[in-house]
């Protein structure tokens, strides 16, 4: 069974202390790796998408990257709308099951 | 481009009533998907459908949840009847082609079952 664990389950941050989320999988055949920044009431709003070991994507503030069993999404100089939650996700290769894990609740502190 | 719309987006009901909730796909995108959200299990798929077609209704906790695409701009979610355990975050998301692309996911519809 695909499993997605993600850490810390929380983590506060001061403005630009920059740091690292961590997301490790079990998964055979990965397709792709998923990153979705959620806001409070709102729905996941995608980010990256990894496809291979080395990979990297930035956007702004944030760069993730993946290894063979997991990824890592850095955050250079967080701001406070830098907050939210940041799910990873996993989607097998013959699948199109995302499977989500239970996300890292980031609080930047002005 | 308008994003995946959801309706409605609170629903507060007695144990018992019936529940539907609707979903618009983006446009073009072919695949549908229906996810629950809870503190404790996270978010977790109850149906896909492709070209309108329910491919996986593994997630679906029991008969009491159904599901239909009768085209492909619209999709209901319908619970009956609701009980409380039902309370949660029900969103709606869709992709293109297969389903195996990125996933677009909508505001959701936050569902509370007294």
């Known amino acids: 069974e695909d499993q997605v664990t993600q850490s810390p389950e929380a983590l506060r941050l001061q403005e630009g202390e920059s740091s690292s989320l961590n997301c490790s999988y079990t998964v055979s055949g990965l397709r792709g790796l998923f990153w979705y920044r959620q806001d409070p009431g709102k729905g996941p709003e995608f980010l990256f998408t990894?496809?291979?070991a080395g990979e990297e994507k930035e956007k702004e503030r944030l760069k993730a990257t993946l290894t063979k069993k997991e990824s890592f999404l850095h955050i250079t100089a967080p701001k406070p709308e830098d907050s939210a939650t940041y799910l990873c996700a996993v989607l097998r290769g013959s699948n199109y099951k995302l499977t989500f894990g239970k996300g890292t609740l980031l609080t930047v502190n002005p | 481009d308008a994003g995946v719309i959801q309706s409605p987006r609170h629903e507060v009901t007695e144990m018992g009533q019936e529940v539907t909730l609707r979903c618009k796909p983006i446009s073009g995108h072919n695949s549908l998907f229906w996810y629950r959200q809870t503190m404790m299990r996270g978010l977790e798929l109850l149906i896909y459908?492709?070209?309108?077609?329910?491919?996986?209704d593994s997630g679906m906790p029991e008969d009491r949840f159904s599901a239909k695409m009768p085209n492909a701009s619209f999709s209901t979610l319908k619970i009956q009847p609701s009980e409380p355990r039902d309370s949660a975050v029900y969103f709606c998301a869709s992709s293109s082609a297969t389903g195996r692309e990125t996933q677009y996911f909508g505001p959701g519809t936050r569902l509370l079952v007294l």
């Open positions: 459908f492709n070209n309108n077609v329910p491919i996986d």
């Open positions: 990894l496809y291979s």
